[in-house]
């Protein structure tokens, strides 16, 4: 255990990359502060973080309301006493054609993706200036922030934006030793890449359940789709000190799909 009395937050924790990110952490020590909008989902894990001996709490919240990450940030300071890392993993995808983007899945991806994520690094960064003490800030973007996908145009667009804000937060909040940082996972097998898959194979009847995945993974150059894990090792890596020189970076972690 080398991250006693360390602090972390970690947005959309119930499940997939979230939860598994939370884990890494708190085998690593961490105190986490587990949150998700899936209140029953939540409790679950809760339960199987205190089965682990995690030093654990949660707060069910919607990343894209402005008040509940302060809240969040507040209630894990009242817990726990501080804040050290927060981390804007939440987010939601949409599968369809450019030409059949609609207003909703605009404003739905681009609230909880974007805004959820500009939320999160603010509610943090006035935590960390309020402690006068340095902080870590680590945002979910993806392969899908480096280059834009066929028939994921809105959530390509949204992981763009997260990679923006995360250069501009790191570029602003340096002197004020706060470090901002993203993580690009490729394809993971979670239930986001279930709901993918399922509306890929809608769009295309030549496709059979599992085959849209399996497409992608199949240009991954280590020759196996993602793991939550991968994604959790990289994230405890940006949460420790051992990254205090990088900022403002979206770093990939894609088993070897997209080169920048
Ligand atoms: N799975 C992949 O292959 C992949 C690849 C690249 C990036 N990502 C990104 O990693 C992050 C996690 O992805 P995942 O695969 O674990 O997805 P997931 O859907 O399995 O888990 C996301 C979690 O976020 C929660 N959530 C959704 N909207 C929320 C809101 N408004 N407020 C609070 N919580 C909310 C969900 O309830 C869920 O538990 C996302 O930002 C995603 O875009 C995933
Ligand atoms: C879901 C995601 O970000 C990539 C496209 O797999």
């Given amino acids: 255990m080398t991250e006693e009395n360390r602090v972390a937050v970690v947005t959309g924790s119930a499940g997939g990359l979230g939860r598994a990110i939370a884990q890494r952490l708190a085998q690593n020590g961490f105190k ?12 679950k894990t809760v339960k199987e973080f205190e089965q682990e001996g995690f030093n654990a709490a949660y707060f069910v919240g919607d990343v894209s309301k402005k008040a509940d990450q302060e809240k969040l940030v507040k209630t894990t300071v009242e817990k726990f006493g ?9 987010g939601v995808e949409a599968v369809g054609p450019f030409l059949k983007i609609g207003e909703d899945e605009l404003q739905k991806l681009f609230n909880v993706n974007v805004f959820g994520t500009v939320y999160g690094t603010q509610a943090a960064a006035e935590q960390f200036i309020r402690q006068d003490t340095k ?10 922030g480096h280059e ?6 809105t959530y390509s667009a949204t992981k763009h934006a997260v990679r923006a804000f995360t250069q501009v937060a790191a570029k602003e909040l340096a002197a004020k030793h706060v470090t901002v940082n993203a993580y690009c996972p490729g394809v993971a097998k979670t239930k986001m890449w279930n709901r993918i898959d399922e509306e ?3 769009a295309d009847p030549s496709l059979k359940p599992g085959e849209a995945f399996d497409k992608y993974a199949s240009e991954i150059a280590l020759g196996r789709y993602e793991k939550p894990r991968d994604v959790a090792n990289l994230v405890k890596f940006l949460a420790s000190e051992d990254s205090d020189y990088i900022t403002g970076q979206a770093i990939l972690v894609d088993g070897g799909l997209v080169y920048r």
Avoid: P, Q, T
């Fill in 32 to 43: 986490v502060m587990l949150h998700d909008i899936n209140k029953d989902l939540l409790s």
């Fill in 82 to 90: 501080h804040l050290d890392v927060f981390i804007n993993n939440a």
């Fill in 135 to 144: 902080g870590k800030i680590i945002n979910a973007c993806s392969i899908a």
């Fill in 148 to 153: 834009a996908y066929a028939m994921l145009g």
């Fill in 200 to 202: 890929m194979v809608k």
